[in-house]
């Protein structure tokens, strides 16, 4: 088996395995079952501090992006498609698909969105119907603000739709306190479950903007709506993955045990950022670090996919590179959820160190025994 640092699916912990593998229910019908299904989105609600409905949803992270998308555009709709990475740019195809006219706001793939400049566009043209935005942009690296960006979509009248799927239980994330609208997760990233569950936030304001649409819902699967009155109704648009919930469950369970969730990312995403910069590499973005994902360029001497051969060949660890504009061009490493452990990104830099020496790449200092040290010392 092989040790998973990747920027997701991130290593997942024995008691949620387990939980996978009790004897199960019919989901569709015993109401036991309905009843865990809202406890548990109950917590993801108090998780991110939510006073609208979370919801799970069957499905791979990009199911929720899809459906916050189907269920708001209606044809026409102009949507401002916040563009400085690949899941940012990526929008745009849902918009695009579900009849709307996306707008793209690009900017620099190694800075977060300036505020400032951002208004300056609003003051011109606010005619949106929403906005997408991603939190933690994975391919890259980067964070944005989006507590700064949607408060600010807000004041023009804007709805958001937020991509957490790769900073949520990493970083931190306020749905009420930054006017977020729909807020889309996965189970595979800093929750660290398998891949297999979306879990999507949905304000009362956004709510309210798919219920009063003209139009119908241009899907059945990725329609929000239909989810609205599933306890009341005690019924499912489609059967629930019962044994991917009860990991899912057991995930968040994990999660709100963890009280140092939050400072333990960050203290490992910042020993691994100054560990990086000890040895004289490059970090791809400049400003706007994810405390979740390490994203790393590759230095002259050695290509990525070297890399990632060599550590899995002799170490047994898996890590990512990346695609898209970026393909060839940086290597990531996964600290998120579980992967976010100091030894296990201590030993994945070791096998970097290995890598690099074994290509002749000379770094100015080892990366693990830098690591280490700035780990000590925070
Ligand atoms: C992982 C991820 C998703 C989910 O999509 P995948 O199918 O796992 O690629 C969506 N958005 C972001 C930013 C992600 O990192």
Redesign the pocket.
Known sequence: MYKIMT??PSQVRENVRLARSVETTNPDIDIEFIEYYKSICDKLEGLMNCSGTAYILGG???LG?EAACASLTEAGDRVLVLDNGI?GKGFADFVTLYGGSPYLYASDYREPFDIAKLKNFLEKDSDFKYATV?H???PSGLLNPIDEICPLLAEYGILNVV?S??GMFGEPVDFDNSCIDIL?G?S??ALSAP?GLTMVWVSDKAMKSMENRKTRIASFYANLLTFKTYYEDKWFPYTMPISDINGLGQAVDNVLEDKEILQRHAKIAIATREAVLDAGLQMYVRGGYSNTVTVIEVPEGITDVEILQFVKDKYNILISNSFDVLAGKVIRIGHMGESSNYADVKLTLEALDDAFASYGVKLKANLATSFERHYTMS
Do not use: H, N, R, S
Request: glycine letters at 16%.
């Open positions: 920027a997701g791979e992270g990009i992006l899941f991603v933690c942009d994975t991509d799927v790769a889309c996965g595979q990233k891949p």
